[in-house]
């Protein structure tokens, strides 16, 4: 999975330029456990705030919760 966790990454921001919200926001938040397991930082941060752009425009608040904890836990 590590050779291909770019992938992951690109279909986060794909999904959010097709408008399909709702995949990205809930793509990026089922990639914290390998981020934080791999220290994938960058890719975590850049995911998650495009994931949480993404929940605002769905108006997805459980959502935008979701990924608003997740980063509060990378930047803590």
């Known amino acids: 999975?590590?050779?291909e966790h770019h992938t992951g990454v690109a279909a986060v921001?794909?999904?959010a330029r097709l408008?399909?919200?709702d995949l990205a926001w809930r793509l990026a938040a089922a990639f914290l456990p390998?981020?934080?397991l791999r220290?994938?930082?960058?890719d975590w941060l850049s995911t998650?705030?495009?994931g949480l752009d993404a929940a605002k425009r769905t108006?997805?608040?459980?959502?935008?919760?979701?990924l608003l904890r997740n980063l509060?836990?990378?930047l803590i």
């Open 34 to 36: 390998y981020f934080d």
């Open 19 to 21: 408008g399909l919200d």
């Open 39 to 42: 220290d994938h930082h960058d």
């Open 72 to 74: 509060g836990q990378l």
């Open 1 to 3: 999975f590590e050779a």
């Open 48 to 50: 998650h705030r495009i």
């Open 13 to 15: 921001a794909l999904a």
């Open 59 to 66: 108006g997805d608040a459980r959502g935008q919760a979701i």
